[in-house]
């Protein structure tokens, strides 16, 4: 879903959310989820998932879609380079 529409999916009730597995749900004792999709300059890189035992406060999914941002455009200067690297040999 997120990889599809670009949206953010973050969660503080995967416990009987029928999107997640229940059982690896409760054995992990998992609270809270963010997925987030990792796009520079209209690009979809990729999509990073986190899980949580404790409910994810506003300041962490901040710092998380920070992190997002950040990791996004690493990705896309390593796919740039590769391509210049390709072009020169």
């Given at each position: 879903m997120v990889a599809r529409n670009g949206e953010p999916f973050v969660s503080n009730a995967i416990v009987g959310d029928a999107e997640f597995d229940q059982r690896w749900v409760h054995k992990e004792r998992l609270a809270a989820v963010a997925i987030l999709p990792l796009v520079s300059d209209d690009t979809l890189h990729g999509v990073m998932a986190a899980f949580f035992r404790v409910a994810l406060t506003d300041d962490v999914t901040g710092a998380l879609?920070?992190?997002?941002?950040?990791?996004?455009?690493?990705?896309?200067a390593h796919v740039a380079g590769a391509r210049g690297h390709r072009l020169s040999a």
């Open positions: 879609k920070m992190f997002s941002a950040v990791a996004a455009g690493s990705l896309a």
